[in-house]
């Protein structure tokens, strides 16, 4: 399976500031995801990274609060805009090699706190 | 919004007894998936399902693909310590793309 760092892996922000996430594989994959993990709460998608053009949003989520970039086969960014508390969460991004014959796999999380 | 249902919410069971929980749906899924996740880490892929009624093991783990496609369940045997966390069920209509999670199911094993 893919190894998938994150960075950062925790932050503690301040509202309305903007925080970047990094998500990097250490091969191409066809598909990379990001999804949000409330605290205590399950994990919910909020886009898939496509490269080369727009991310496509779930319900719910919006390209000006979470802007993404996928500008190859390894790497994407996440932007949670203009923080509030509520966004303090896990955000996590997936790959997944389509026609591989693999399934999806998980980087560790980036621990976001909102104050 | 969630449509898989996984129960348990919480297990506390002791060391060396089986643990078992399902998820269920009114959906069908063509993939079902289930993963662990430790505090402070991202989810961690144990077992996928890829044919209704197969049936797979990954050394203590077994998980089942219903027939109907609509629900699994996740046996876990002789638990020892290390199988604390919490256990996620996960659907993919497709046979590739978004996954939808279940509650999860949070494990605890006492000596």
């Known amino acids: 399976s893919a190894v998938i760092s994150q960075k950062p892996s925790r932050d503690i922000c301040q509202r309305g500031t903007s925080l970047t996430i990094q998500c990097q594989v250490d091969?191409?994959?066809?598909?990379m995801f990001w999804y949000r993990q409330q605290p205590g709460q399950s994990l919910t998608l909020i886009a898939t990274?496509?490269?080369?053009?727009?991310?496509?949003?779930e319900s719910g989520f919006v390209i000006d609060k979470f802007p993404i970039s996928r500008p190859n086969l390894t790497f994407s960014t996440l932007t949670v805009s203009n923080m509030s508390p509520e966004d303090s969460s896990i955000y996590l991004c997936?790959?997944?090699?389509?026609?591989?014959?693999?399934?999806?796999?998980f980087g560790p999380g980036t621990r976001l706190l909102v104050l | 919004g969630q449509q898989l249902n996984q129960s348990p919410q919480s297990m506390f069971i002791q060391e060396g007894e089986d643990v078992s929980m399902n998820c269920t749906s009114s959906?069908?899924?063509?993939?079902w998936l289930w993963y662990k996740q430790d505090p402070g880490e991202g989810p961690v892929l144990l077992i996928a399902?890829?044919?209704?009624?197969e049936l797979t093991s990954n050394g203590r783990l077994t998980a089942q693909f219903g027939i109907t496609r609509k629900d699994s369940f996740l046996n876990i045997s002789a638990s020892i310590p290390s199988d604390v966390g919490i256990y996620f069920c996960?659907?993919?209509?497709?046979?590739?793309?978004?996954?939808?999670f279940g509650a999860g199911t949070q494990v605890v094993v006492t000596p």
């Open positions: 996960a659907g993919q209509r497709g046979s590739w793309g978004k996954l939808q």
């Open positions: 997936s790959v997944e090699d389509k026609g591989a014959g693999e399934t999806q796999y």
């Open positions: 399902l890829y044919k209704a009624g």
């Open positions: 959906s069908i899924f063509n993939t």
């Open positions: 990274a496509n490269q080369g053009s727009e991310a496509t949003y």
């Open positions: 091969s191409q994959v066809t598909m």
